[in-house]
C-alpha cells in the first residue's frame, strides 16, 4: 500500500514543484489582473472535468464495472468510444459558442471581457479530450497496479506552460495568455504520448485490439455492465468533487468582485491543492483498486484495516499540513508569489484567502478515504446526495460571506462546507465503525504532535518577523 503512495505522492509532488514554478512566473510575468484572469477562466472548465476526471470520479466507476465485467475488452472500448465521441462534439460546441459558454463560467465579466476570453476558452477546452485519453489508459493501468506513469505525467503540462512563459515573457499581456492556452494543449498531448508508451509496455492494447473486433458481434452482453456504469458515474461526478467544484463556484463568484479577486483564489487554492493532492487524493488513488477488490472478494476486514492505516496516516499529515500552513500562510505566499508585477497588497490579499481554504484541508481530505468505501460498494448514489447537500450549504455560505469578506469569504465557504461533506461521510461509512478507529491512543498522540506543530510554528514565525524587522 505505501509503495503505492509513494509513488503517487512523488510523481505529484514533482508536479506541483513545477506548478508552483508555473505560478511564480506566472504572477511575476503577468501579476494579478485582467489577462491573469481570462486566462485562468479560460483554462478553468477544462480544469474542472481534469480534475473530476483524473482525481476520481471517472476511475472510481470504471474500474468497479470493469473488474466485474465478463467483457472486458468490449466493455472498455464501448466506454472509450462513446466518452470520445462525446467530447469531440462538445468541443466544437464550445469553439462554435465560445462567448455563450464564457458568459456561463464568467458572468461578471463585461462584453469586452469576455470577448477577449471567448478565444481562449475555445482553445483551452480542447484539453478535455486528451485528458480524457490519458484518465482511461491510467484506469487500465491502475488495474495493473501502474502508477508512476500517470502520477509524473501531470508535470509535463507544467512544463510546456512554464516554456510557453519564459519564450514569450517580453510580449504583451494578451500574447502571453494565448501562447499558454497553446502550451496546454502540447502538454495534454505529451500526457497521451507517454500512457500510449506505458499501455503498450504492459500490453494493453489487445484490450482494444480485441475490443474494437468485438464491439459489433459482442455489444449485447455488456448490456447490464454499460448500464451499470452510467448508474453510478454522474453520480460518481458530484460525489468525488466537492472540492472542484466549490473552487469553479469561488471563481465565479469572484467575477463579480473587483479585479483580480479571481486570481486571488487561484494562487490560494493552488497552495491549498498541494497537500490535498500529494496526501489525500495520490493516498484515495492508490488504495482504492485494492479496496475494490477485497470487498468484491466479501473480505471486509482486509478492505477496513486498509481504510483505518489510512486514515491516520493522512490524518497526521494533513493535521500538520493545515497547522504549519495556517500560521506561515503571510510567508508561503511571500515567497512563492511576491515579485515583479504582484505586489504587497496582492500577497495579503492571497494569503487571508489561502488560510481560510486550509481551514477545509482535513475535512476534505479525510472524506476523500471514507467516501472510497462507498464507491468500491457502488454506492455512488449516496455521496451524490451527500456532496449535493454540501454544494448546496457552499453555495448559501458563500452568498451569505461575499459581502462581508469578498474572496475571503468564498474560501471560508468552501471549508465550512467541507465540514459538511465529512460529517455525512461518517454517517454514510457508519458513526460506529469510524468511533471504532478513533479509540485509540494513537488519537492522543495526534493532539500531543498539533500542539508542539503550533507551539514551534508560532516561535519559528516570531523569529522570522523579528529577523525581517
Known amino acids: 500500500m505505501f509503495k503505492s503512495i509513494f509513488t503517487n505522492s512523488f510523481g505529484i509532488l514533482t508536479s506541483r514543484i513545477l506548478g508552483f514554478v508555473r505560478d ?23 480544469n474542472l472535468f481534469r480534475r473530476i476526471f483524473a482525481e476520481g470520479a471517472f476511475t472510481q466507476s470504471f474500474l468497479p464495472s470493469f473488474a466485474h ?21 462538445f468541443s466544437i460546441l464550445v469553439a462554435l459558442f465560445s462567448n455563450f459558454f464564457t458568459n456561463i463560467i464568467a458572468s461578471g465579466f463585461d462584453a469586452h471581457t ?27 493501468l491502475q488495474y495493473k497496479n501502474h502508477f508512476a506513469t500517470t502520477a509524473f505525467s501531470t508535470a509535463l503540462l507544467n512544463i510546456a506552460i512554464i516554456g510557453a512563459l519564459l519564450s514569450s515573457k517580453e510580449e504583451s499581456s494578451k500574447t502571453i495568455v494565448y ?7 502540447i502538454g495534454g498531448l505529451m500526457q497521451v504520448v507517454v500512457h500510449v508508451i506505458a499501455a503498450k509496455n504492459f500490453h494493453l492494447f489487445k484490450i482494444f485490439v480485441g475490443g474494437f473486433y468485438g464491439l459489433k458481434t459482442k455489444s ?24 472542484q467544484i466549490s473552487a469553479f463556484l469561488d471563481g465565479w463568484l469572484a467575477s463579480f ?11 490560494a487554492n493552488r ?27 466479501n473480505d471486509n476486514q482486509k478492505a477496513y484495516l486498509m481504510l483505518e492505516k489510512s486514515f491516520w496516516f493522512l490524518a497526521y499529515l494533513l493535521t500538520g499540513a493545515s497547522t504549519i500552513g495556517i500560521v506561515f500562510s503571510d510567508e508561503i505566499v511571500w515567497l512563492l508569489y511576491e515579485r515583479g508585477a504582484f505586489t504587497a497588497v496582492d500577497s495579503s490579499h492571497t494569503s487571508m484567502i489561502l488560510s ?22 457502488q454506492r455512488q448514489k449516496e455521496a451524490a446526495k451527500i456532496s449535493a447537500i454540501s454544494l448546496g450549504a457552499n453555495i448559501i455560505l458563500s452568498l451569505a460571506l461575499i459581502v462581508p469578506f469578498q474572496a475571503a469569504g468564498l474560501a471560508l465557504a468552501s471549508s465550512l462546507s467541507g465540514f459538511i461533506l465529512f460529517y455525512l461521510t461518517i454517517e454514510k461509512f457508519g458513526k460506529e465503525q469510524f468511533l471504532t478507529i478513533l479509540k485509540d491512543k494513537r488519537v492522543l498522540i495526534l493532539l500531543g504532535l498539533t500542539i508542539v506543530v503550533i507551539i514551534v510554528s508560532l516561535i519559528i514565525k516570531k523569529e522570522f518577523i523579528h529577523v525581517a524587522l
Open 24 to 46: 511564480m512566473l506566472q504572477a511575476s510575468i503577468l501579476g494579478a489582473n485582467i489577462y491573469t484572469d481570462i486566462f485562468i477562466v479560460a483554462f478553468k472548465l477544462p
Open 69 to 89: 465485467s465478463k467483457q472486458k475488452s468490449v466493455f472498455s472500448v464501448s466506454i472509450f468510444m462513446k466518452f470520445f465521441g462525446f467530447l469531440v462534439l
Open 114 to 140: 469576455i470577448s477577449e476570453a471567448a478565444p481562449l476558452v475555445a482553445i483551452n477546452f480542447n484539453y478535455l479530450i486528451l485528458i480524457f485519453t490519458v484518465t482511461f489508459l491510467a484506469s487500465l
Open 179 to 185: 501562447n499558454m492556452s497553446y502550451a496546454v494543449i
Open 220 to 243: 449485447s452482453r455488456i448490456t447490464n455492465d454499460i448500464k451499470k456504469f452510467k448508474s453510478t458515474f454522474g453520480a460518481s461526478v458530484l460525489g468525488s468533487s466537492t472540492a
Open 257 to 267: 468582485l473587483f479585479a483580480g479577486s479571481i486570481s486571488y483564489l487561484y494562487y
Open 271 to 297: 497552495i491549498f491543492q498541494f497537500p490535498l493532492a500529494l496526501f489525500a487524493i495520490a493516498t484515495s488513488v492508490a488504495i482504492f483498486p485494492k479496496v475494490s477488490r477485497y470487498l468484491k472478494n
Open 356 to 377: 481560510m481554504y486550509l481551514v477545509g484541508l482535513i475535512p476534505f481530505g479525510l472524506s476523500r478515504i471514507f467516501s472510497l468505501w462507498l464507491y468500491a460498494k
